[in-house]
């Protein structure tokens, strides 16, 4: 037990720790309704938070672990924060990064950071939708900022005006190339992808009137039997939020959250400027119905990771269409984010996102501490259990 400021957070992972042996929180987990094959691996829990809900996860090279706390309802401590092996939870970069108010300039501040992304260089990424309580956007407020996970100092900022982050945006979810060339990030509020040339900071904002990056009309998640929907009783419109791509870098996949189908479009074709919207569109491809799902991630071998949140789940999509559950049960609630460690561990929040007070009449149902795992992931297309 860690007592002082920190005594809300507990790590219990050998690999971050003291060389303890894993908790395994789920030897064999539930099965999976009949469809989807079962993967199953053993769940461990790597932490717990108290009192500050987790959304976004970021695991670095060295298999540093930094965690993103939207500023939503409640309390707010850091903005980003790295997981350390004492037990303690310290702001990154810095405090100052870490010191927004509505009086402080947002320029070198983080405002609400929904997610953050380690690349292929090692290097971590920072979004910052911008808009705290998911209210309006604050000047200065949106940006990707790139933080040199060696030295711990940020190594550029890109900032988004209202042309790419207009009134009623929401930055949800950012990958970057393996060449750190360019940057694709989703709008789950108004729903768009926007592509940033990162050698030479144009942006720009596509795909905002296709039907791939809106919430699916009529759709209403299913959480445990209960259906999602706001405290009015109006379905939650969250449009384009998780995104990932391709080994290869060849096709970003992106999924709207209040939707049941997953979409990809070659990324060649999103950083061509010349194409005229209407081309745009008709280069969109439909993937796969997977259901509701939050972030996601991509393997090394074309495995795709899904957080299937109204199946209190991990999905993979495999290359041959296949659609398997990873790890599930009643303790995976509201899977988020995910991130690939290089030594094979995937890592989740789970976030109880749907328990917050906007969809609960105004209370809270989510239930301390929040909790942080991680599986080991199965071979390349590794035959599920039955077959």
């Known amino acids: 037990m860690c007592y002082g400021k920190y005594a809300f957070i507990g790590l219990v992972l050998s690999a971050l720790a003291c060389g303890c042996r894993h908790a395994a929180v789920n030897q064999a987990g539930p099965r999976a309704p009949k469809g989807p094959a079962a993967v199953m691996p053993v769940l461990e829990e790597v932490a717990f938070i108290r009192k500050y809900q987790p959304t976004g996860i970021a695991v670095s090279r060295e298999g540093r672990v930094f965690l993103s706390f939207p500023r939503w309802d409640g309390e707010h401590l850091y903005s980003v ?30 405002v609400c950071v929904q997610s ?38 940020v190594a550029g900022t890109v900032y988004f005006d209202q042309s790419v982050a207009p009134k009623g945006s929401y930055l949800n ?58 405290s009015n009783g109006d379905i939650p419109q969250i449009n384009a939020d998780g995104i990932a791509l391709s080994p290869d870098g060849r096709y970003l996949y992106y999924h709207a959250l209040t939707a049941r189908a997953l979409y990809r479009i070659r990324t060649d074709v999103l950083k061509d400027p010349s194409l005229s919207p209407l081309i745009l569109d008709t280069k969109v491809e439909y993937v796969a ?47 988020d984010s995910i991130s690939i460690a290089g030594d094979g561990h995937l890592y989740f929040t789970a976030s109880q996102v749907d328990l917050m007070p906007r969809f609960n009449n105004g209370v809270s149902k989510r239930t301390e501490p929040y909790r942080i795992f991680r599986v080991k992931l199965p071979e390349l297309n590794e035959p599920p259990e039955g077959e």
């Open 81 to 110: 924060g790295e997981l350390l092996p004492d037990l303690t939870l310290k702001a990154f970069p810095d405090k100052k990064w870490n010191a927004w108010d509505e009086k402080t300039d947002a320029r070198e501040r983080f």
């Open 116 to 153: 953050v992304y380690v690349d292929k260089s090692d290097f971590l990424w920072v979004l910052d939708a911008g808009a705290p309580n998911f209210g309006p956007v604050v000047e200065n407020g949106p940006k990707l900022v790139k933080i040199a996970v060696g030295n711990n100092r």
């Open 173 to 230: 979810d950012v990958r970057v190339d393996a060449a750190g060339e360019c940057a694709y990030i989703t709008d789950s509020g108004l729903g768009a992808i926007i592509v940033v040339d990162l050698k030479d900071g144009r942006k720009r904002r596509l795909l905002a009137k296709n039907h791939s990056v809106r919430a699916q009309a009529g759709y209403v998640p299913k959480i445990n039997g209960k259906e999602w929907r706001e």
């Open 289 to 335: 119905d997977t259901g509701a799902a939050d972030g996601m991630e991509m393997d090394g071998h074309g495995n795709l990771y899904l957080a299937a949140v109204a199946k209190n789940a991990v999905i993979r999509l495999r290359p041959d269409g296949k659609i398997e559950t990873l790890v599930a049960g009643a303790q995976v609630r509201w899977p």
